[in-house]
């Protein structure tokens, strides 16, 4: 199922939502009154999606260090700094991006921001149905899969309902990637130490409830379920600000991880 090129500006989307968290411009009034209905039940909420950004370049540095150039980013969002391509050129001039949302603005976008560039593309597709996504020309006529790709779903996959089958879909990600592959993932989650902080996550799924994209947390043993199959590389599944960094920041209500395909 494809998302539609249709775009309703009076619905928020995550997308723009997001867009607008992290200072952009591709967003509308009705995307804008959420945030703020977010922002005014979980203060933190911006500084969570910069935390999530960083965790991004964090693991997209990560792969690129492994030895992989290719990357398939689902749910890829509204360009802002620090794209997968932009990160992962630094160290791999050669590396080749498919970007896949569902969203027509981050679509449209997208296509503007990287018409010419020969060694990225941008399709719109929906990650719940991960054949689609695989045998689309942007993808599956730009990555080699018979050779490494990181496949990221970073604060992507909080938009599956607990109706579908979240193992299932990352299962059929991962069954598709050579050895060496690698699945990167950040999700909200309310399975926290800090009551507080729990309860903002809550807040902030009731508030995506009323959107285009209603978001479904998840507690550690369904990710880490979700994740079977893969071999996390250290530390494991944590909050975003305890990988791999020594941010001193507050945790974010927000787990990561990044798997490889044995
Ligand atoms: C919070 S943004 C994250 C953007 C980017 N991955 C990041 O971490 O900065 C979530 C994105 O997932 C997209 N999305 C939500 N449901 C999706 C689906 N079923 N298929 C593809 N993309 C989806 C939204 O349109 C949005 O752009």
Sequence with gaps: MTGSSWIDATRPSAARIYDYMLGGAHNFEADRLAAAAMLERFPDAAQAGHANRDFLRRTVTCCCELGITQFLDLGSGIPTAGNVHGIARRLRPEARVAYVDIE????THSRDVLAGDPLVSITQADLRDPAD????????????????VAVLAIA???YVSHDENLPEIVAACRTALAPGSAFGMSHGS????????????????????????????RSRVELTQALSGLRLLEPGLVDIRRWRTSSELPDTAVYGALGIVE
Aim: proline residues 8%; aromatic residues 4%; charged residues 20%.
């Design 104 to 107: 027509a603005v981050a679509v």
């Design 156 to 158: 992507a996959l909080h």
């Design 133 to 148: 996504v695989l045998a689309a020309p942007g993808v599956a006529e730009l990555l080699d899969f018979t050779r490494p």
């Design 190 to 217: 309310d399975d926290l130490d800090d009551p507080v902080a729990a309860h903002h996550m809550r807040e902030l799924a009731a508030v995506m409830a009323q959107s285009a994209n209603p978001a479904y947390i």
